[in-house]
């Protein structure tokens, strides 16, 4: 697993960037590919000795989505499961149900962990044959909606413009949004990977009224269920890229404010050490998070920004 982890960070390393002949003769140990704050890492960084914190002033967050999955008895030993788990109280925990099941989570799960949609109508409901909107969301009790997931860019062929859009509606009307951002494997080995990020970054910021009720989730499309997790290094490096960004083009406040969580194949075994990233603010959880006892244990890596090493 070891062989695979370093062949894979080697493969995927290099996409963050185009090559550029002046940047790679340039042999510092560090070098900002449009930031002097920001700094590429070329070598393993050194271990810390003080108390890991978070970049961001935000409350650490994991959000479970549950996709399409699950019928209503699996569903109900997951709740029981999660109701029944001892879970740190400095995180705010969402779970994202399918559809069909938000009421009976809702009716079901401890008020402690918050429900989210998985998707919304980009307006008020009406004659939009298979949609869901905002206001049945609220309805039941949802209080944040997933939006611009990869699933919905490159399966269903949701554009940026519109996603932007959907997640200015659903903040107007009260959702908090889990904004989703990330590439695909080809545009990373391209050195695309700022690129995609920044434009679908954009597209949020074009339309939605305020960020004060975003969360934005960095889900690199090539790890997402395939098992290839970023390394925390990798992960980092384009969180603190999406720091700068907020920073340069919506306000210094916002960049400090904002939640950025990782997903793609997070698990129990290594929510840990990715959550010890300054820049990782949180964990938006796909598979892991249809078992209890382990999406508790995600959840609870927040204690790993707290242990010095």
Known sequence: MAATSTSLASQLYIGLRRPCPKLDSFNSPSFSAFDPNIRLSLSPPKPSR??????GSGKFFV???????????????????????????????????????????????????EISAQNSWVGKGGAFTGEISVEQLKDLG??????????????????????GKKAAYALSQGLGVIACIGELLEEREAGKTFDVCFQQLKAYADAVPSWDNIVIAYEPVWAIGTGKVATPQQAQ????????????????????????????SVNGGNSGELAKQEDIDGFLVGGASLKGPEFATIVNSVTSKKVAA
């Open 50 to 55: 003080s108390v890991v914190a978070m970049a």
């Open 63 to 113: 959000g479970g989505n549950w996709k399409c999955n699950g019928t209503k008895d699996s569903i109900s030993k997951l709740v029981a499961d999660l109701n029944s788990a001892k879970l740190e109280p400095d995180v705010d925990v969402v779970v994202a149900p399918p559809f069909l099941y938000i009421d009976q989570v809702k009716s079901s799960l401890t008020d402690r962990i």
């Open 142 to 163: 949802c209080k944040w909606v997933v939006l611009g997931h990869s699933e919905r860019r490159h399966i269903i062929g949701e554009k940026d413009e519109f996603i």
């Open 237 to 264: 490096e384009v969180h603190v890229a999406i720091r700068d960004w907020l920073k340069k083009n919506v306000s210094e406040e916002v960049a400090s404010k904002t939640r950025i969580i990782y997903g793609g």
